[in-house]
């Protein structure tokens, strides 16, 4: 199986190791690089600064046993998200800018392919994990925003990321597809 994470951040990067313990190759997409102000919030090390998320997090997974990890060094665009992919057998969208999220979902509509968002208010004051066929982008999502700097969101962060990461353990072992709306005080399912 390969998962394919779009967006390797903060929630992105998270996710990603708390399903290190899945039959899988996990790849990674990300055209970013690790700056030293993501180490407070991302699952990056201090080695890490200066190199492509996507590399970096491949690169940190090797250290562990059994994980298969692959990674890709590009902005996610409408002219290789096919080539890109194509052969996964489910996408986990992380990115934190709708833009990014609408080239995904168009894809996976098109190619029929199974895809679970994570994402985090603009305000930082919830997170959701719900599958592409009940997800709809915030409109007042933009490039950019601060959501994930500063460390204040960071407990909402590590809450989302592991409702995420259950989301896509869940499906990989049961083919279940559970939505979730994730705040400081709880998790509360929002699907069967």
């Not at 690089?33 to 407070?40: A, F, G, K, M, P």
């Not at 995420?164 to 939505?179: C, E, N, P, S």
């Amino acid at each position: 199986m390969r998962i394919l994470f779009c967006g390797v951040g903060a929630v992105g990067s998270t996710a990603a190791v708390l399903c290190r313990n899945l039959e899988a190759t996990l790849v990674f997409i990300d055209f970013d690089r690790v700056e030293s102000r993501n180490l407070l919030a991302q699952a990056f090390v201090k080695p890490s600064v200066g190199r492509n998320k996507a590399e970096a997090l491949k690169l940190q997974l090797l250290n562990l046993y059994g994980v298969k990890s692959e990674a890709v060094g590009v902005r996610l665009t409408r002219d290789n998200v096919e080539a890109l992919c194509q052969g996964a057998d489910l996408l986990v969208d992380c990115f934190d800018n709708q833009a990014s999220r609408l080239v995904l979902s168009a894809f996976a509509r098109a190619a029929g392919k199974p895809l679970v968002h994570g994402a985090l208010a603009a305000d930082g004051t919830f997170g959701l994990v719900r599958w592409e066929e009940r997800f709809v982008p915030d409109a007042e999502d933009s490039p950019g925003q601060a959501t994930c700097e500063g460390g204040e969101h960071l407990p909402l962060i590590g809450q989302l990321a592991a409702t995420l990461a259950r989301a896509v353990q869940d499906f990989v072992k049961h083919g279940a597809r559970r939505d979730a709306l994730v705040g400081l005080a709880a998790v509360t399912p929002t699907t069967a």
